[in-house]
Structures are given as C-alpha cells and as structure tokens.
C-alpha cells in the first residue's frame, strides 16, 4: 500500500473546520485519526508512505505508522505543531514520534514545535529516504514491488510482534486523549 497526499501537501492533519466547531463531530474524528495510526502500524502489508510536500499534525502522525517514508525534495516543511497552537501533544502523537525520530529531534519536535526542512526531516527520521520529486512515486511503486516478494505471513507476524508494545500504547491513549481534548472545549466554551 502507498500513502501519498496531493500537490504539495502530504496531510495538513484534521479538518481545522470541525475541530473548530468542536463537539461529538470533532472527537469522532479524533479517534478515527488516532485510530488509524495504530491500523496502518499492524496492516499486515508493507506500507510505504510517499510524501510528496507539506505535512503537518496529524499527517506527520499518520506518515509516520508507515513501514517506510520516502520524502520529496523541496522546499517543504515537516512539523508537529500542536504546541506552537496551544495544545498539548496528544499521547497518541507522541508515541508515534517517539518511534521514529531520534531522542533530541523528538524533544524538539513536541516540545518547540520545530519546523524541520526536508534534509533535517532525512536526519531526525521523518524520512527514510529523500528523492527528487520525479521520483517520488516511482521509488515508492519500485519499494512496493520489492516489498511484494517478502513473505507476507512472516512480515504480518514480525510487524505484530516489534510493534505490540506501541501499538496497545496508542489504543490505551485514544480514551485519555479524547477526554484531554473534550475538556479542553469545555472550558475554550466556558464564558469567561
């Protein structure tokens, strides 16, 4: 499976516009996002994430549940920017970026809400490789063929196995991060 986003954007992350209006709507759609990191991460398929741009939030979230990450050259910025816009990291982000990115990257990911350019991104762990744009797509189509020829009962297996740990992590968050986040509009709803 190939995760790729659209012109210049892998993923913005959550619909700002139901976030904003909050409500039963907004953390529907935080579990199902949250939800799906834990999926992609026990798919039992080799899942490549082609990220052709911008990611942001939730999107670095989901690139990163992919079983490998290839980036797109360009002028293209890479963040987790929960904090620069108030909100603490959810449990479930954290632990996704705890995954992959290295010690010190990871602090400054959740806690400054760094901006990594595509060559930082390379060297913290965003990507696993940074090719041209032109060949974005046909590296990710060529890792996918080569991924193919794996057994795919022993990939499952092996995949489950590495990953058990982060995995039941997520969904024992997903609760926590919900109630976090559905406090949070109670009181952005109280009058002051």
């Known amino acids: 499976m190939i995760l790729t986003g659209r012109e210049s954007v892998f993923s ?4 700002l516009h139901v976030m904003k209006r909050g409500g039963i709507n907004a953390l529907r759609m935080l579990r199902a996002g949250y939800a799906l990191t834990a999926r992609i991460l026990a798919y039992p398929y080799p899942v490549i994430a082609a990220c052709n741009g911008h990611v942001m939030a939730m999107g670095v979230f989901l690139m990163l549940s992919a079983d490998y990450v290839i ?26 970026l705890r995954h992959r990115l290295k010690p010190a990257d990871f602090q400054r990911a959740v806690v400054l809400s760094e901006f990594f350019d595509v060559d930082s991104a390379l060297r913290a762990g965003f990507f696993d490789r940074l090719v041209d744009p032109v060949d974005l797509m046909p590296s990710a189509e060529a890792c996918a063929n ?16 590495i990953r058990a740990a982060l995995i039941r992590k997520i969904r024992f968050s997903i609760p926590r ?16």
Not at 12 to 15: I, K, L, P, S, T
Not at 146 to 161: M, P
Not at 177 to 192: I, Y
């Open 12 to 15: 913005a992350g959550f619909d």
């Open 71 to 96: 980036g797109s050259r360009g002028d293209f910025k890479i963040a987790a920017n929960e904090v620069a816009i108030g909100l603490t990291m959810p449990r479930v982000a954290a632990a996704m």
């Open 146 to 161: 080569n991924y193919a020829a794996l057994d795919l009962r022993a990939h499952a297996a092996s995949k489950r196995r």
């Open 177 to 192: 991060d919900l109630l976090d986040a559905a406090l949070m509009g109670l009181r952005g709803s109280r009058p002051r």
